[in-house]
């Protein structure tokens, strides 16, 4: 294997290949009786830098109100394994999480936060909200 080789084997892939279908929705029968907070803490979440490669780690809180449905959590969590050898900025990943998850659950309220830990001595908390 020559050099050219050996760098692209090692290229991150592209968030164009995070797939939403196995997210699986769940009927929330209560939906109309009284509202509840739901609050989802994934702390290994782990992507790559678009820039270096090198990997980045965190935890991605989901914090939402339902409508009508609820995330199935093993769908979840198979769906946010996609991004360990994604390519994707903190500031890319919380937003596709959050219109991902909105899309497929239209919830009443939705906030997904990232905390990422500290690189080069900087740790960066993003914070994305639905509706805006």
């Not at 990943?93 to 919830?107: E, G, Q, S």
């Amino acid at each position: 294997m020559d050099k050219t080789e050996k760098k692209h084997k090692n290229m991150p892939l592209s968030p164009n290949t995070i797939e939403t279908g196995m997210l699986e929705p769940i009927e929330y029968t209560y939906g109309s009786r009284r509202d509840i907070e739901i609050v989802i803490d994934q702390p290994e979440y782990t992507a790559v830098c678009p820039r270096t490669g090198l990997p980045d780690f965190g935890c991605i809180t989901i914090s939402y109100v339902p409508s009508g449905h609820i995330i199935e959590l093993k769908s979840l969590k198979y769906y946010l394994l996609q991004y360990r050898n994604v390519g994707i900025f903190y500031e890319n990943a919380v937003n596709r999480i959050l219109d991902d998850l909105a899309a497929v659950l239209a919830p009443r309220q939705m906030t997904v936060t990232g905390q990422f830990t500290a690189r080069g001595g900087i740790s960066t908390t993003v914070t994305v909200r639905h509706p805006n």
